[in-house]
């Protein structure tokens, strides 16, 4: 298994990036796809979900109206859309796939995470 995420760097205030995160070695499709944000000494935060077949979103509420999660199962990419970028955005993002498996006895939660991606906005 596989998360790799690509498109962070260095942005001003008030900029955009799109981050993008392909996932292998798993049925990318079934997977609640999501986006989390951490910064030394601090906990991860989840930025953005986005449901298996992307009609269900959820996000942050420091992102709010600023950042978009969509995903193509067909290419098992799960994009963010990051608008009007603040410093306060600077951190490490890693992408994490997460299901639980019900087709057994027991449920069985999968969960998996990317090596992640830095975004720094800066002036």
């Known amino acids: 298994v596989q998360l790799v995420e690509s498109g962070g760097g260095l942005v001003q205030p008030g900029g955009s990036l799109r981050l993008s995160c392909v996932g292998t070695?798993?049925?990318?499709?079934?997977?609640?796809m999501s986006w989390y944000r951490q910064g030394v000494g601090e906990e991860r935060e989840l930025v953005a979900g986005i449901s298996s077949a992307g009609g269900n979103t959820n996000y942050g509420n420091s992102v709010k109206g600023r950042f978009t999660i969509s995903r193509d199962n067909a290419e098992n990419t799960v994009y963010l859309q990051m608008n009007n970028l603040e410093p306060e955005d600077t951190d490490m993002y890693y992408c994490n796939a997460k299901i639980i498996d019900t087709t057994g006895l027991i449920p069985k939660r999968y969960e998996y995470w990317g090596q992640g991606t830095q975004v720094t906005v800066s002036s």
């Open positions: 070695g798993f049925t990318f499709s079934r997977y609640y």
